[in-house]
């Protein structure tokens, strides 16, 4: 079989199974199937599959992402996230579209505890979108916000998604970290500006009788008694890595137990609230580790069959500069993420792009961000994006899908500028880690 | 002409992946018309631990491989390193053929070539050490080092190779193992002070045939693998200009030698060879006596 | 019917419950290690078999409470039969998908078991202990699966995933 029917094979399988509805981690298992018999030899590729399936996931370097999502879900259903949330909301006053920004405040700080931006987003959607509604703010001006800096939670550290693309993609876990924070931090300010604009072009859009009852003391002290203490944590996980004294895997076990510990602090520690935790903890985890099961055999048949290399010696054949290459890349990321979940985008593309991008010579940490930026838009890429069913699911029963999709374009867009401005300075998201890491 | 598909352990064009690569260059030439190897590449093609069980199950043909990756299928590959006697030598006193029959038992493998022949391996560290003793040192292992730097008393942690760099950086880790070779594969000389000599034990990457597959090849088939694999074990003794032209890279990238000598020499070595065996002697305990006697003095 | 579900749930729990100590004790390696002390003997080694066992224990939970994410717009944009026949297919896909990894799975343990394989790490155990999962997982996958296409079945059921 030549390399481009194989590839076709292979993907369109996927896609057929992915649109008929069959879970993504199913998905790939028959992919690989189907794979192990054509390309592997029958039998001996089956049994090959499944002994694949266990150096997949005993691989220490994936052991960050459940704890990662633990401490987010531990500070969540604790309570101790919306304590924050609200102090943070007590702090800012007079401007235009406040509790808009509160979000954008509040979001941007918790994902510096939060490892995944689901989480991020249903909270902040349970904690402010109906209050937002209540007072008057435009749907669209209250989701929007909520699920943007929903998706900042996987670029500022602590981060699954990092986690999982440096170990699959073979680039420096605690570089990838720390490169995020960047251009998550110039994403919060665009926000906030745009929100900012918004509201004084059209007031309509923001209510004005709209700020805090307290006034001075009263008004900082839930921020130094709820939110300063939470640094602890942030500083638990960054601190550790960037001072040499834990490896990725055990700052994300620090993190637990100083979210854990700030949960005891606060006398939110309980034991139906953790079970609570837990589960969704490892709901969330098994699902991404089941599709990594499938990761390595998905890989290896690309390989097998001639894919891999036929492709790359595709592109490389045209003679394109590493800059054409990588422009490519991010389209077509960009057109994989309207339909497919994050770990697939993954799955897919790492076994090209990574040879790809060793043989034109592309710096492994500047793919790494933009893999991470265009994960983040792909969140809000209609028609499949992760946060926009999220914030579907939390929202009142009027908002339709289509005011969702409605609601994240404008920042969508911003999102793309940022994504545009790394691909143009790749400094922007590799100076910080080089200045941290090395 | 039969074509044969070929994996190797090695990250492509790094140092252990090189002689396989090398080898596969030349097959493909001298046979031409009679035999191919389709190389299909490194770890994105099979996880490293996997190539012994699929060149035994015969989802590749032939595959380079270091024993250290396939001691789960056969205990006694954990000789291997121990070897004294060049492969030449093994082939000679009978090494090679009772070796190649446990291959082919444990893992319906033809022990086809060694490479890596020559290539000791080094103990890297990042903080001064003036004996032969690990005590309080924190020790990046791999199964290669684990019994030899225990014996010394070192606190052993094993960190996944993406993580090396930064452990080193950050002191979470204060010296690793490896070969002399291979270090600038992985960037760690920008982050290691010391190289501590002598080395010990040696490096075997082998090149192994699926059995059934060998057993079906033609007469001047098999010929001309055989001839191919003698040619590049006789480049092993390249290896000794290697890596004193890696030595020299290393001192011009800053790396520090400590050198033992005299009875700390012995001491060092000694060590080095009595833990290794004592651990194929728990592992393979019928057949680590004899093992002993064909690969070392 | 009560009996599965909490069965389900247990592993669920057990693997939730698994992260949080791997958390603390991970931690306590870390605090030991930087006060000059050793580091724990084998955690590595646990943290990665963990990582797996409770992978594969827990996915047929998962899928029990619909959680693994899956490409949902096309079939909910479907008219009502359409989509019925559609969670029949895809129910039926995975209980196959389930069988073939158990079948092979048990093989590949067995063969582990026979020829004595060993996981020779900083604890040495028979590799087949660690293969063992894989077709308790796909067996209870299979079940799950079953139980899906015999509910959507049902005069008034609904096929879900
Ligand atoms: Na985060
Ligand atoms: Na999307």
Redesign the interface.
């Known amino acids: 079989m030549e390399w481009h029917e194989a590839l076709i094979l292979l993907l369109g399988l996927l896609c057929g199974l992915l649109v008929f509805g069959l879970p993504v981690a199913f998905a790939f298992f028959a992919v690989n199937i189907v794979g192990a018999v054509v390309f592997l030899g029958g039998g001996p590729g089956l049994e090959q599959m499944i002994r694949n399936s266990l150096t997949a996931l005993t691989n220490y370097s994936l052991a960050p992402i459940p704890l990662f999502i633990l401490m987010g879900e531990i500070l969540l259903h604790s309570g101790v996230a919306f304590r924050a949330i609200n102090a943070i909301e007590k702090l800012i006053a007079k401007v235009p579209g406040r509790m808009p920004i509160v979000s954008v405040a509040g979001g941007t700080v918790f994902a510096a505890l939060s490892g995944s931006s689901m989480a991020n987003t249903a909270m902040l959607g349970s904690a402010l979108l109906p209050d937002m509604l209540r007072k008057g703010y435009d749907p669209r001006l209250a989701m929007g916000p909520i699920m943007a800096t929903g998706g900042i939670a996987m670029l500022i550290p602590p981060s699954a998604l990092a986690v999982l693309l440096g170990s699959l993609a073979g680039i420096s876990i605690s570089g990838l970290l720390i490169a995020g924070i960047l251009p998550a931090l110039a994403l919060a300010v665009l926000f906030v500006g745009y929100i900012v604009g918004r509201c004084l072009l059209d007031p309509s859009l923001a209510p004005t009788e709209d700020a805090p009852a307290e006034r001075g003391w009263s008004r900082i002290l839930p921020f130094v008694r709820d939110v300063l203490p939470l640094s602890i944590i942030f500083l638990a996980v960054v601190g550790s890595l960037v001072a040499g004294l834990a490896t990725p895997t055990e700052s994300a076990a620090l993190g637990c137990v100083a979210s854990a510990a700030a949960t005891i602090g606060y006398g939110s520690f309980d034991r139906n609230k953790m079970t609570v935790a837990l589960l969704e903890t490892a709901k969330v985890s098994v699902m991404i580790l089941f599709i990594i099961v499938a990761s390595v055999t998905f890989a290896q048949i690309l390989a097998f069959s001639g894919a891999t290399d036929g492709l790359i010696r595709l592109v490389t054949g045209f003679e394109l500069t590493p800059l054409a290459v990588l422009v490519a890349m991010v389209l077509l990321l960009l057109f994989l993420g309207c339909f497919v979940d994050q770990v697939s985008m993954l799955m897919i593309t790492v076994p090209f792009f990574i040879p790809l991008a060793r043989s034109v010579g592309i710096d492994p940490l500047w793919l790494g961000v933009i893999y991470l930026l265009s994960m983040e838009i792909a969140f809000l890429t209609p028609p499949f994006g992760l946060l926009l069913f999220v914030m579907k699911g939390v929202a009142p029963p009027g908002i339709t899908l289509a005011d969702v999709y409605r609601a994240a374009l404008p920042f969508l867009l911003l999102e793309l500028l940022v994504l545009a401005a790394v691909v143009a300075v790749p400094e922007f998201g590799t100076w910080l880690p080089t200045q941290m890491v090395r | 002409e039969v074509t044969l598909?070929g994996v190797n352990a090695f990250q492509e064009g790094t140092a252990f992946a090189k002689p396989f690569e090398d080898f596969i260059g030349k097959v493909n030439e001298d046979g031409k018309g009679l035999i191919r190897i389709n190389y299909?590449?490194g770890p994105?093609?099979?996880?490293p631990?996997?190539v012994g069980?699929?060149v035994k199950?015969?989802?590749v043909d032939i595959g380079n491989v270091t024993s250290a990756f396939y001691?789960?299928?056969m205990?006694e590959a954990?000789s291997l390193k121990l070897a004294t006697r060049t492969i030449q030598e093994q082939r000679k006193n009978g090494a090679w053929e009772f070796l190649n029959d446990l291959h082919v038992k444990?893992m319906n493998a033809y022990y086809l070539a060694r490479t890596g022949d020559g290539v000791p391996f080094h103990l890297y560290l990042n903080k001064p050490i003036d004996k032969p003793d690990l005590k309080?040192l924190?020790i990046r292992v791999t199964?290669i080092y684990?019994a030899f730097f225990a014996d010394l008393g070192a606190?052993?942690?094993?960190?996944?190779p993406?993580?090396v760099?930064?452990?080193l950086?950050?002191?979470?880790v204060d010296g690793y193992g490896w070969p002399v070779q291979g270090i600038f594969d992985l960037g760690w000389q920008e982050r290691t002070k010391f190289r501590v000599d002598p080395g010990f034990y040696q490096v075997d990457v082998n090149i192994l045939v699926n059995n059934d597959v060998w057993k079906k090849l033609t007469d001047e088939q098999r010929a001309v693998l055989t001839k191919t694999a003698a040619w590049v074990e006789e480049r092993n003794a390249l290896n000794a200009g290697i890596n004193a032209k890696e030595m020299e890279r290393q001192a011009a990238a800053g790396l520090k030698t400590i050198t033992f000598a005299g009875a700390e020499k012995e001491q060092w070595l000694k060590a080095a060879a009595e833990a290794g065996w004592a651990y194929v002697k728990k592992?393979a305990p019928d057949n680590a006596d004899k093992l002993r006697s064909l690969l070392a003095d | 019917m009560r009996a599965y579900a909490l069965i389900l749930d247990a592993f669920g729990l057990l693997a939730g419950l698994g992260y949080a100590t791997a958390a603390a004790v991970t931690a306590i390696d870390v605090v030991l290690r930087n006060s000059g002390g050793d580091s724990i003997r084998g955690l590595v080694d646990l943290i990665e078999y963990g990582l797996f066992a409770s992978t594969f224990l827990a996915a047929p939970w998962v899928l029990y409470k619909s959680a693994h994410v899956r490409v949902d717009f096309v079939v909910d944009a479907l008219p009502r039969a359409a989509r019925g026949a559609a969670g029949l297919l895809t129910n039926l896909a995975g209980l196959g998908i389930a069988l073939v990894m158990l079948y092979y799975s048990v093989r590949v343990t067995l063969q582990a078991r026979e020829q004595g394989y060993l996981v020779l790490k900083s604890v040495v155990f028979p590799e087949w202990w660690a293969l063992a999962v894989i077709p308790v997982a796909s067996a209870m996958l299979a079940v799950e699966f079953g139980r899906r296409l015999f509910a959507a079945a049902q005069p008034g059921g609904r096929a879900e995933l």
């Open positions: 598909r299909i590449g994105r093609a099979m996880p631990f996997e069980n699929a199950t015969g989802v001691t789960n299928l205990p954990e444990r309080g924190t199964p684990r606190n052993l942690v094993q960190t996944a993406g993580e760099y930064t452990a950086e950050r002191g979470v592992i």
